[in-house]
């Protein structure tokens, strides 16, 4: 099961932080992601985390201003700096079961479980 906490609204330029808690014994076991989902889009990829945490893909629209980062317990964290009204959305993280540390993965259907969201508002 996966808890995503953080949302909040802010203004532009701003920073959040956003948390995915998992729960289960096997959290090691997970590469991790965090999407989000604009209203009237479809849900796209921010980034994700292998499992040993070294690697980690960042969209574009992203990269340079969010952090994402996984401790040795059962938490992923997405730092968001410089936020922009355009990252305005409801963020999900998501868990794929793997036997690769090393690998992430960044498409909706790699993903096998998915937390219930947390809204993230960046008023200009």
């Known amino acids: 099961q996966l808890q995503a906490s953080g949302g909040g609204l802010v203004q532009a330029g701003g920073s959040l932080r956003l948390s995915c808690a998992a729960s289960?014994?096997?959290?090691?076991?997970?590469?991790m992601g965090w999407f989000r989902q604009a209203p009237g889009k479809e849900r796209e990829i921010v980034g994700g985390?292998?499992?040993?945490?070294?690697?980690i893909y960042y969209a574009d629209s992203v990269k340079g201003r969010f952090t994402m980062s996984r401790d040795n317990k059962n938490t992923v964290t997405l730092q968001m700096n410089s936020l922009k009204p355009e990252d305005t959305a409801v963020y999900y993280c998501?868990?794929?079961?793997?036997?690769?540390?090393?690998?992430?993965?960044?498409?909706?259907?790699?993903?096998?479980?998915w937390g219930q969201g947390t809204l993230v508002t960046v008023s200009s």
């Open positions: 998501a868990a794929r079961l793997t036997g690769h540390s090393g690998s992430y993965y960044y498409s909706r259907e790699e993903y096998n479980y």
């Open positions: 985390i292998s499992l040993s945490g070294r690697n």
């Open positions: 289960g014994p096997t959290f090691s076991s997970y590469a």
